[in-house]
Every structure is written in structure tokens, then in C-alpha cells.
Nanobody
Framework: QVQLVESGGGSVQAGGSLRLSCAAS????????MGWFRQVPGKEREGVAG??????YYTDSVEGRFTISRDYAENTLYLQMNSLKPEDTAMYYC???????????????????WGQGTQVTVSS
């Protein structure tokens, strides 16, 4: 059974940094399409960053501040978040799918597996 387990969330002040991890089991991340999403209550889940076919993608609001990467040996996906802002506050989810297809990286419907989420809270 595929499992994605996120960790690394927490509470930080604006300008601070956090590193989210997503450890995968029963699933090899090396050729998968993966992404990080976030959601706040009452809003739709938003694609934050994606990685597929050796390329990385970011939503405009995090470009230059967040970095998505993966460690094949650890079978883990990461999201390094720097210069955090209060508007980054959300539940962050890791997502993955074996077959990338032609779907946009930022659409949640294009991912088959999801983690349980980790909360990030940024105070001003």
C-alpha cells in the first residue's frame, strides 16, 4: 500500500524557513510526478510546486522562495521554504502519481496518492 508521510511543518515568524519532507513507501519517487499543495479552510487546494521529468514548477507566489527537490536514496520529496510570509500559512500536502500524462502539475486531480498533510503557520 502506497504511503506518503509529510513532516517538518510548524510555526515560524515571517522571514523564517521550514523544510517539509515527504517520505514515500511502496512507491518509487524517481520516475514519478510529484508535487506539493496547500489548503486553507474554505479555499480550494492550491498547487505550490511540482517536479516531473527533471523539471520543477512553482506557483508565482512562491517562485524564488521555495525549492522542491527529491532524494532518490531516501525516496523522499522535499520542499525548502524560505522567506516565509503569513499568507503561506496553510496545511501542506504531498502528492504523487506514477504516470505523469499531459495534465498540468498544479491540478490536484492529476495525482493519485496523497499524504495526510502537515500544518505550516507563519506569524507576522
Amino acid at each position: 500500500q502506497v504511503q506518503l508521510v509529510e513532516s517538518g511543518g510548524g510555526s515560524v515568524q515571517a522571514g523564517g524557513s521550514l523544510r517539509l519532507s515527504c517520505a514515500a513507501s511502496s512507491f518509487t519517487i524517481s520516475r514519478a510526478c510529484m508535487g506539493w499543495f496547500r489548503q486553507v479552510p474554505g479555499k480550494e487546494r492550491e498547487g505550490v510546486a511540482g517536479i516531473r521529468r527533471g523539471l520543477t514548477y512553482y506557483t508565482d507566489s512562491v517562485e524564488g522562495r521555495f525549492t522542491i527537490s527529491r532524494d532518490y536514496a531516501e525516496n523522499t520529496l522535499y520542499l525548502q521554504m524560505n522567506s516565509l510570509k503569513p499568507e503561506d500559512t496553510a496545511m501542506y500536502y504531498c502528492a504523487a502519481t506514477e504516470t505523469c500524462g499531459a495534465g498540468a502539475w498544479y491540478l490536484s486531480a492529476n495525482y493519485k496518492y496523497w499524504g495526510q498533510g502537515t500544518q505550516v503557520t507563519v506569524s507576522s
